[in-house]
């Protein structure tokens, strides 16, 4: 693998995130062109839901100069023929001599993109930069395996108050997920767009749902991420998140220990800390459910 293939790797993962919460059901997916002698020629990603896909909006920046030249992408290229052809047809189309892949996808159980491509004579490679394109396709996988929407769930100091670290950190994660689930109850589009226009009619949830009822009706609506705000939204739907932000309240420190008084005082039982930083006098935590 050449330096400038990582290179276009780590492109093509961060452009892919501008499909954060306007993808699903499909993947957020980003790719870019090399030309012949390596140089970029085209880079594009999935925007929206029905709209073409990531291979096929590079390719059209390529042009011509895709030909002999390879393409790197996050995700398997698709097989199946949907609204556009499928993306292995346009790359051979394209000429494209080499291609590399970041992730399989799951649903091609070996006779996807990447089998056909290579049938077709041309060059695959796969599992480049694999860990640091789940930063993004992360979530997306993990609601195919689960069979739900993958959930964030954020809480922890100063909630209820108007601003909060929760709020602004709810605030900020918001487009990055295909649902917001706040702390009043209220259920919105995480990306609700310009007009409003959002990708999902967020259906009705009967109040009194479980976690696990709420989870099937957004799974079946084709929503594969839900953030979840606050302590009290909803706890059983807390018991099923996958990762955790949680503020901690400052503590005194060389003071005879008096049990902190204001919760949470650590990550719940059963995650992984991922990620530490403070924020202001807050502590942030991150965590990952153990598996
Ligand atoms: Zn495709």
Known sequence: MKAYELDAMRRAIAISAQGLGS????????CVVLGRDGRVVG????????ES??????????????????????????????????CREALIDAG????LIAVLDPTSRGEGGAALLRAA????EQGVLADE???????????????RPFVTWVYGAGEGERRSPVSDEVRRLRQSYDVVIRASGKVEEGNPGRHGDGVFRVPRLSPGASGDEVLKVLDGAGVRSVLVEGASAGSSLA??????ICYLPPTPSGVPYAPPRHPPVAL????????VSRDAEYVRLVGEREV
Request: net charge positive; charged share 15%.
């Open 43 to 50: 880079e594009g990603y999935h925007v929206r839901k029905g």
């Open 133 to 147: 394109a789940l930063l993004v396709l992360g979530p997306w996988l993990a609601s195919l395996t689960r069979g």
């Open 121 to 124: 004579g041309v060059e695959v």
């Open 53 to 86: 896909h990531a291979e096929v909006n590079a390719l059209e920046a390529a042009g011509g100069r895709a030909v002999g030249g390879t393409a790197v992408v996050t995700l398997e290229p698709c097989n199946h023929y949907g609204r556009t052809p499928p």
């Open 268 to 275: 719940p039982a059963g995650f992984r800390l991922t990620d």
């Open 96 to 99: 494209v001599a080499r291609v």
């Open 239 to 244: 018991a099923l998140a996958d990762r955790v």
């Open 23 to 30: 993808t699903s059901p499909n993947p957020p997916v980003g």
